[in-house]
């Protein structure tokens, strides 16, 4: 070897280097041992299995892996759809995905890269070759992890907004008795796709639910007061979930 050759990390670096965590999403159990032995010798590798694809989102979600292992034929959800899935989901949309297919048909490897995959491999790849292409779309991670903190950033604070223009109509409208409307449409965008805490993601829930049961209430003239009551909770509880949103991201 050269002066000027680098050489090549030492398995001891690997091992202070941060874990990588890759989320193989294959229904066969058969597949999912075969990949755990192959990545056995990288101490920094940690392989978690989902067999079940319609359970592949949420599994992601509790993760987040640095590259996702996705094989293409599946039952229930087959491997295309959930690659679109991905690729929409503002927290998970940009993180490493190698497509496992049991072809080598262009065709399907064409159609898997337009869908959005970032790499596509015949099951089962060489040991040598599959721990490679891990290291390299991991090696991006962490530069697309700050584009998406960002992107979670401008989505929590649009649904922040959102709240209190909520509450803030909805006071004038008792107020005054104009119609309210609720507007809703950054919570329905985000809802599935910010992975809040079960406790958190009710709290909003609950929060757009009690706007519109004291407007119903107050349009309905069964008790203005009560409505007016409710709204002093919703207020507060907007105000609560201020920093709860903040600290997530």
Same mark, same amino acid.
């Given at each position: ?11 001891? +670096?690997?091992?202070?280097? *941060?874990? @990588? ?5 294959? !229904?066969?159990? #058969?597949? %999912?041992? =075969? ?55 503002? +927290?998970?949309?940009?993180? *490493?995905? @190698? ?5 080598? !048909?262009?065709? #399907?490897? %064409?159609? =898997? ?137």
């Amino acid at each position: 070897m050269s002066e000027n050759t680098p050489s090549p990390p030492s398995r001891e +670096a690997a091992v202070t280097a *941060p874990p @990588i965590t890759v989320l193989l999403i294959d !229904d066969q159990p #058969i597949v %999912g041992a =075969a990949v755990r032995r192959i990545l056995a010798s990288e101490a920094d590798m940690r392989v978690q299995h989902c067999q079940d694809p319609a359970q592949a989102l949420g599994t992601a979600a509790a993760l987040m892996p640095q590259v996702i292992l996705l094989d293409l034929v599946m039952p229930g959800i087959d491997g295309l759809t959930l690659l679109k899935s991905f690729r929409e989901h503002i +927290a998970l949309g940009s993180i *490493p995905i @190698i497509v496992l297919s049991a072809k080598e !048909d262009p065709k #399907i490897k %064409g159609e =898997a890269l337009d869908r959005g995959a970032d790499d596509y491999m015949v099951k089962l790849p060489s040991q040598v070759e599959l721990i490679a292409r891990i290291r390299h779309h991991a090696r991006h991670i962490d530069r697309i992890s700050q584009q998406v903190k960002q992107q979670l950033r401008q989505a929590v604070q649009q649904l922040l907004e959102e709240l209190q223009n909520n509450a803030r109509s909805l006071q004038e409208s008792l107020a005054s008795g104009t119609p309210f409307v609720l507007r809703d449409q950054a919570w329905r965008s985000l809802a599935n796709q910010l992975n809040l805490p079960e406790e958190v993601h009710a709290q909003v829930e609950g929060a757009y639910k009690k706007m519109q049961s004291a407007h119903q209430e107050a349009q309905n003239a069964k008790a203005p007061s009560e409505s007016r009551s409710q709204l002093s909770g919703i207020i507060e509880t907007v105000k609560e979930l201020a920093p709860l949103l903040t600290l997530l991201i």
